[in-house]
């Protein structure tokens, strides 16, 4: 099956702080990809969609100048949260689909910790 | 208000029960979606359901659509562990190119 990584796999960083989320397909193209933030026991909701060379879709509610998505590739889309707090630590997952499939492929996952 | 609504929204049993976890909506799907997820890592799809009526098995567990494809549930028999995760149905929205995630059930499995 189809990979996708994410990097760093946890961060913890400072208020007011940048953090930058990297998400990858490792061998497969993404034409497609999701990012999604899970807190604690709860389910997954999508934060917004992004295409290769394209702007990203921000769902409702989702601050997009708060939230920086830049997709600059067929395998790379990343994710910077900008002037963290605390109320933005969360587990943060992306998600990728390739040309050649049908189906999402998840990330691992990474866990952000604003102090 | 969610979209897609499990239940229960919690489960711990012993190892050896069954138990079956439900996903319900007032919407009617073109498919569904189940993935497990464990803690602290991404979601993993099980199966996709797509006809009405359909069962779907995966070795212990069994999964349902409804006739009129606005329900589905997921049934473990004889639950190990390993099945310890949240649970999450899906629908996938061609209209707008993106997954919906129910509101997940975490199951504990106890030795």
């Known amino acids: 099956g189809a990979v996708v990584s994410q990097h760093p796999s946890r961060v913890i960083c400072k208020s007011g702080t940048s953090v930058k989320i990297e998400c990858r397909s490792l061998?497969?193209?993404?034409?497609?990809m999701f990012w999604y933030r899970q807190f604690p026991k709860q389910s997954l909701m999508l934060m917004a969609t992004s295409n290769e060379g394209s702007k990203a879709t921000y769902e409702q509610g989702v601050e997009k100048d708060k939230f920086l998505i830049n997709h600059a590739s067929l395998t790379l889309s990343t994710l910077t949260v900008t002037s963290a707090h605390p109320e933005d630590s969360s587990f943060y997952i992306c998600s990728a689909i390739g040309i050649s499939y049908n189906e999402q492929f998840f990330g691992p996952g990474t866990r952000l910790t604003v102090l | 208000t969610q979209l897609l609504e499990q239940s229960p929204q919690f489960l711990s049993i012993q190892e050896g029960e069954n138990l079956t976890v439900y996903c319900n909506s007032s919407s009617v799907f073109s498919s569904l979606q189940w993935y497990r997820q464990e803690p602290g890592e991404g979601p993993v799809l099980l199966v996709t359901v797509v006809t009405g009526g359909e069962v779907k098995k995966l070795k212990r567990l069994t999964f349902q659509f409804g006739d009129a494809r606005k329900d589905s549930s997921l049934h473990i028999t004889a639950a190990q562990p390993g099945d310890t995760g949240l649970y999450l149905c899906a629908w996938w929205m061609d209209s707008s190119y993106k997954l919906i995630f129910g509101s997940g059930t975490r199951l504990l499995v106890r030795p």
């Open positions: 061998d497969f193209q993404a034409t497609t």
